[in-house]
């Protein structure tokens, strides 16, 4: 997971250096982040599939190639197309990290485990967060980006051989078909792709907005702003492992998803009441959204995994909603802060987290608990 989303954050830690080189403005940045999330959506409709006929240990292969050759890729760009090119790659590899990670998930550990599983993997995207905004930068301004960005593809290379070491082969799948196939979701899959959508929309407004709001809307210096977006992360990487553990002893898997995005709207709006009544409340908010909203999408994953059946198809449709809502949320979130300023803005954060609340009262699986 860390290593899927490893060009993402990269190309966010290194913008201010590349930016200057290739002479791109903040659309253009913007821009790249925003192909990523679009191709891993689209990719995200055939993705599960292609897991659930190949196997996890091919398709990690092939996602820790991706990554390797997106990062190698980038490096050499000697333009915006390039980079951009190089950041589509590795979409593809973000499409295919949900749906592996889950049927290996499935496939080797024993039902009781699975929870704290599927909390630490979906850690790793935080932690890809911290390490990248923590290395790069220092790395950068001491050999430059392009070389920053060759050292990162050691990641993807020792995920690389850790995969050829350590998983097992794949079995042959039990049903043939073809990788474009799909089809139609259930009803409940259905409202969790949904839900997913909205999640990922309010979650993207937050990580694309935080720093800036905080830095603008509450005059918080440079460093304080960075660090805003730090404690943002750390509070996510807790909450997914915690979370996933504890939602995984409920015999309704997605009735936690209900409170995590209530408590999110709720903590939404302590983020907007920040500027217009006391600058402090963006910490208890930051802390609040980080580890609520976040770890909402980790016990999505957990709920698939406890369904069974194709969990490559039904994970790639679930990151299908939650990767749109990446698309959808920045842009959004900026026009309406444009219009009316930060505060309608965060408000509407906090009502898409409440529209994911009413529709995770729909998505309900209750199953045995794992003994």
């Known amino acids: 997971m860390a290593a899927s989303m490893l060009v993402l954050y990269a190309t966010s830690a290194l913008a201010p250096l590349f930016a200057d080189d290739l002479r791109l403005d903040r659309a253009a940045v913007g821009l790249l982040i925003t192909t990523t999330f679009a191709v891993a959506a689209a990719v995200s409709l055939v993705a599960g599939r292609v ?3 190949a196997g996890p240990r ?5 996602l820790a190639a991706a990554v390797a050759v997106a990062l190698v890729a980038a490096s050499f760009a000697p333009g915006y197309a390039w980079l951009l090119a190089a950041l589509a790659v590795a979409g593809m590899a973000q ?10 998930v499935a496939a080797v550990v024993p039902g009781p485990h699975r929870g704290t599983a599927i909390g630490i993997k979906q850690s790793g995207v935080q932690l890809a967060a911290f390490a990248a905004g923590v290395v790069l930068p ?12 060759r050292w990162s593809a050691v990641v993807p290379l020792g995920l690389l051989i850790t995969v050829m070491w350590l ?3 794949d079995k042959r799948p039990a049903g043939g078909g073809s990788w474009w196939r799909w089809s139609r979701p259930s009803p409940w899959l259905a409202r969790l792709m949904g839900y997913s959508l909205l999640l990922g929309t309010g979650l993207a407004a937050v990580n694309t907005y935080l720093p800036l709001y905080a830095a603008q809307g509450l005059s918080l210096g440079a460093g304080a702003a960075g660090a805003v977006l730090a404690v943002f992360g750390v509070s996510g990487l807790v909450a997914r492992i915690g979370w996933a553990r504890v939602a995984d002893g409920m015999a309704d898997v997605t009735a936690a998803l209900r409170w995590l995005s ?6 939404a709006v302590l983020v907007c009441l920040a500027a217009p009544v006391w600058t402090p409340l963006i910490w208890l908010g930051t802390v609040g959204v980080g580890g609520s909203a976040t770890a909402a999408n980790a016990v999505s994953m957990l709920a698939v995994v406890r369904r069974g059946g194709a969990t490559g198809h039904a994970s790639g449709l679930v990151s299908l909603g939650f990767f749109t809502g990446f698309v959808l949320g920045p842009t959004l979130f900026g026009l309406l802060a444009d219009a009316g300023g930060y505060g309608p803005a965060w408000l509407a954060v906090a009502a898409v987290f409440l529209a994911s609340a009413g529709v995770a009262l729909r998505v ?5 608990v794992p003994a």
Do not use: E, K, Y
């Open 51 to 53: 897991v659930d006929l």
């Open 138 to 149: 220092v790395l950068g301004a001491a050999v430059g980006w392009q070389a920053a960005l």
């Open 262 to 267: 209530l408590a999110a709207a709720g903590f």
């Open 95 to 104: 499409a295919l990290a949900n749906p592996a990670t889950n049927v290996l």
């Open 58 to 62: 091919r398709s990690l292969l092939v």
């Open 167 to 169: 998983v097992p082969r």
């Open 364 to 368: 309900s699986d209750r199953r045995a």
